[in-house]
């Protein structure tokens, strides 16, 4: 799997859209990215992923730049809520045996949303 | 919204102790996993389970640690004899097989373990 590169750590203020950024340059062709969100010692919770084109859901939007080799994690309306630790993954998509499905926690960015 | 559970949210155990730590993943859900996350570090993943058996395993799932599926609900992950290295939150997680794709981990909210 492509190695990530994000900011240790990022501030928002309340209400305000958050912009996480990560670097997957050595992404390969069937590699989706994954963001995952880990509050405070809870279990990691799934957010959204894509392959190329943007994607949003409830949560949050997805931009993955043409060429694929970074992409930015958006939350809108960020809330104190949103504190926590925000990792990007990049993997293949699922494989039905032999495994490879496992999920590969980086170091993360730590954001704190403050008043 | 269905979700992971385990149990117990807290386990103390004497170092040379046997622990089972369960899980209950979600229902429709095929494949299963187990993560750990000592104090302050990374996530890491320790095993994946589909079909009765595992599907991969890393180079912290040695042989005093083993994986069940007991019934058509539990999951369990056993360590035959905790060191104190083994202290750490352990996360299940269970994802659905959506074929060609994606799929999302679903984890619970971990069983912290201390071994004394």
């Known amino acids: 799997d492509a190695k990530t590169t994000q900011p240790p750590s990022m501030d928002c203020a309340e209400g305000r859209a958050a912009n996480l950024p990560c670097n997957h340059s050595t992404i390969s062709g069937n590699e989706y990215v994954y963001w995952y969100r880990q509050i405070h010692s809870q279990g990691p919770q799934y957010i959204i992923h894509g392959l190329k084109n943007n994607e949003t859901n409830e949560m949050a939007s997805l931009i993955i730049t043409e060429d694929r080799k970074s992409s930015t994690l958006i939350l809108p309306h960020a809330t104190l809520r949103d504190t926590a630790v925000y990792y990007c993954i990049v993997r293949v998509a699922v494989r039905i045996t032999g495994g490879g499905n496992k999920l590969t926690f980086g170091t993360g960015t730590q954001l704190k949303v403050e008043l | 919204e269905p979700e992971v559970t385990q149990t117990p949210s807290h386990q103390v155990t004497q170092m040379g102790q046997e622990v089972i730590l369960r899980c209950v993943p979600i229902?429709?859900?095929?494949?299963f996993y187990w993560y750990r996350q000592i104090l302050g570090q990374k996530v890491e993943f320790l095993v994946s389970?589909?079909?009765?058996?595992?599907?991969?395993k890393s180079e912290i799932f040695d042989d005093q640690f083993s994986v069940e599926r007991p019934d058509g609900s539990n999951f369990t992950l056993k360590i035959r004899s905790t060191k104190l290295e083994d202290s750490a939150m352990y996360f299940c997680?269970?994802?659905?097989?959506?074929?060609?794709?994606?799929?999302?981990?679903?984890f619970g909210p971990g069983t912290r373990l201390t071994v004394l």
């Open positions: 229902s429709n859900h095929l494949y």
């Open positions: 997680a269970s994802s659905r097989l959506a074929g060609v794709g994606y799929n999302e981990q679903f």
């Open positions: 389970f589909y079909n009765n058996e595992i599907s991969e």
